[in-house]
């Protein structure tokens, strides 16, 4: 059984993905990581600047993403991606990175290669998986599918919050910039845009507290799940 939650920036879905995934006992994937490996190597590995990030070179995306030793795992309830045996996790929530991957998930390779880890995981287990088009693309026929939003102020204010927790300081206006510049780009992408799959359950949170969403979604499986 698949269950997806795609959303904008800082809606809440990875954090209720995850919390969703451990109640039900199903794995949960986080696809935005994937993505985030992926760019943090092109820079650092093959040292990327943001131009060249728009159009990744396909020996570079295969000699990473398609390439046995980039992994992801939830085996200790902690979403990870390896890469030749290190654990490359720690480096990959910070804003660079953030702005690096917006860039390169665009690119149609990088999607089709990110894709493919997706569908094996899939295949393996029951999954609550979050992203951007895990209800339209990467799991059409998913059990349940759910778009997690809120309004951009509240969005902006969650991601500066979730920057100050790491050390960094963001004005409001710099953190709805930030936020804005990466939903528009994923809204605005020829290949697999943002958008509610037309079977998606749409929440909007904005006036909600982390509590009473994840008993909405909850509450919202067990009853589709009847
Ligand atoms: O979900 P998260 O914000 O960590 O994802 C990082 C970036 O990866 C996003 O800004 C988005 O551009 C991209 N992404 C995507 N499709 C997904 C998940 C993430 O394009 N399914």
Same mark, same amino acid.
């Given at each position: 059984?698949?269950?997806?939650?795609?959303?904008? #920036?800082?809606?809440? =879905? !990875?954090? #209720?993905?995850? +919390?969703?995934?451990?109640?039900?006992? *199903?794995?949960?994937?986080? @696809?935005?990581?994937?993505? +985030?490996?992926?760019?943090?190597?092109?820079? %650092?590995?093959?040292?990327?600047?943001?131009?060249?990030?728009? =159009?990744?070179? !396909?020996?570079?995306?295969?000699?990473?993403?398609?390439?046995?030793? *980039?992994?992801?795992?939830?085996?200790?309830?902690?979403? @990870?991606?390896?890469?030749?045996?290190?654990?490359?996790?720690?480096?990959?929530? %910070?804003?660079?990175?953030?702005? &690096?991957?917006?860039?390169? !998930?665009? /690119?149609?390779? #990088?999607?089709?290669?990110?894709?493919?880890?997706?569908?094996?995981?899939?295949?393996?287990?029951?999954?609550? #998986?979050?992203?951007? /088009? @895990?209800? %339209?693309?990467?799991?059409?026929?998913?059990?349940?599918?759910? *778009?997690?939003?809120?309004?951009?102020?509240?969005?902006?204010? +969650? &991601?500066?919050?979730?920057?100050?927790?790491?050390?960094? =300081?963001?004005? *409001?206006?710099?953190?709805?910039?930030?936020?804005?510049?990466?939903?528009?780009?994923?809204?605005?992408?020829?290949?697999?845009?943002?958008?509610?799959?037309?079977?998606?359950?749409?929440?909007?949170?904005?006036?909600? !507290?982390?509590?009473?969403?994840?008993?909405?979604?909850?509450?919202?499986?067990?009853?589709?799940? =009847?």
């Amino acid at each position: 059984m698949i269950i997806t939650i795609d959303g904008p #920036v800082a809606s809440g =879905k !990875s954090s #209720v993905a995850k +919390r969703l995934a451990d109640k039900l006992g *199903f794995y949960y994937l986080y @696809t935005g990581l994937l993505y +985030r490996g992926l760019a943090y190597l092109l820079v %650092t590995k093959f040292g990327y600047s943001d131009e060249e990030l728009k =159009k990744p070179r !396909s020996a570079d995306i295969d000699a990473i993403v398609n390439n046995p030793s *980039f992994q992801y795992h939830y085996d200790t309830g902690i979403p @990870t991606i390896m890469f030749n045996g290190e654990n490359i996790t720690p480096y990959l929530k %910070t804003a660079e990175v953030d702005h &690096w991957s917006s860039i390169s !998930s665009a /690119d149609p390779y #990088v999607r089709q290669s990110v894709l493919h880890h997706q569908i094996e995981l899939g295949k393996k287990y029951n999954l609550v #998986v979050d992203g951007r /088009d @895990t209800g %339209t693309i990467v799991f059409p026929h998913a059990t349940i599918k759910i *778009f997690l939003t809120a309004a951009p102020e509240v969005r902006a204010k +969650r &991601w500066q919050q979730d920057q100050m927790k790491a050390g960094k =300081k963001f004005t *409001f206006a710099d953190a709805l910039t930030a936020i804005n510049e990466r939903d528009q780009r994923d809204i605005t992408r020829p290949h697999s845009p943002l958008i509610p799959a037309t079977d998606a359950i749409i929440i909007d949170n904005s006036d909600m !507290s982390i509590e009473e969403t994840d008993e909405k979604l909850y509450q919202l499986c067990l009853s589709q799940h =009847k």
